[in-house]
């Protein structure tokens, strides 16, 4: 509070005062987290914007807490993938949420950032909303593939962990469960979708199971498909055309595949 009462133009023994406010800009300030929200099992990857924090060069200059808003418990931390840019006034990082138990609904928690070089600089709070995930099949293409196996099937999970290792994919065949071991998965943190590239293995003709499913803090998520066998050494119809020909006429040409 500043206070000035010699003005030359006010009589003696009156005065003014008003109040003039200081703020330190050299706190550090969590300005966002884009996207709000993640998945309860985590992977998801969200990007945070700081003010006048100290400069980074390393991913390790910095630690992101997760502190429960009910119980002001500590849960974890965030992973800090990449430094995207850093000067000294603003600074942008990469992270990667952990999982996070979500028993219904929702659960919200707040991020801060403090460095690891200077421990004083430590910045606001701000929310952040795990949201309850349950996994589903968006696609499964082909559907159906020959007795002999070797069938490239690609499956497009939703809200399955984003990592999906450890995960098993198991074939339910006749002669026992098949796991396969070597699928590949891409994950896309925007969409939180999973996109498996699956070779089936040999099995008889016939409709077999095919599930999917990643330990989650101990506890099996999973999803189930039905994928269809064919053998494709017996000649089989699959398409006569035209399929309609006139009454009474005769000389209409049909090609049977």
């Known amino acids: 509070t500043w206070q000035q009462s010699n003005f030359a133009d006010i009589p003696l023994g009156f005065g003014l005062t008003f109040?003039?406010?200081y703020y330190d800009d050299s706190v550090p300030q969590l300005l966002s987290v884009v996207p709000s929200t993640a998945s309860e099992f985590g992977g998801d990857i969200v990007v945070i914007t700081l003010k006048n924090f100290p400069v980074m060069t390393d991913v390790k200059q910095a630690k992101i807490p997760l502190t429960s808003v009910v119980s002001s418990a500590l849960l974890g931390y965030a992973e800090i993938m990449s430094v995207v840019s850093s000067t000294s006034s603003d600074t942008t990082l990469?992270?990667?949420?952990p999982a996070q138990a979500v028993t219904s609904g929702t659960f919200l928690l707040t991020i801060s950032v403090s460095s690891t070089i200077d421990e004083t600089k430590t910045t606001n709070f701000l929310a952040f909303q795990y949201q309850q995930a349950f996994p589903s099949i968006v696609s499964a293409s082909p559907s159906t593939g020959t007795k002999k196996g070797g069938t490239s099937l690609t499956m497009i999970l939703a809200d399955f962990p984003s990592s999906i290792q450890p995960a098993r994919?198991?074939?339910r065949l006749a002669s026992g469960d098949q796991e396969i071991k070597g699928f590949t998965s891409t994950s896309d943190s925007s969409t939180r979708q999973l996109t498996l590239a699956i070779t089936t293995p040999a099995s008889p003709p016939g409709t077999v199971a095919i599930s999917i499913y990643s330990a989650v803090r101990g506890v099996s998520t999973g999803v189930l498909f039905n994928f269809k066998y064919?053998?494709?050494?017996v000649p089989a119809f699959s398409l006569a055309t035209p399929t309609q020909g006139c009454i009474g006429?005769?000389?209409?040409?049909?090609n049977v595949n």
Not at 230 to 233: A, R, T
Request: aromatic share 10%; no cysteine; hydrophobic share 50%.
């Open 19 to 21: 109040s003039l406010q």
């Open 94 to 97: 990469r992270v990667r949420m």
């Open 169 to 171: 994919v198991v074939f």
């Open 230 to 233: 064919f053998d494709d050494d």
């Open 249 to 254: 006429s005769v000389g209409t040409v049909v």
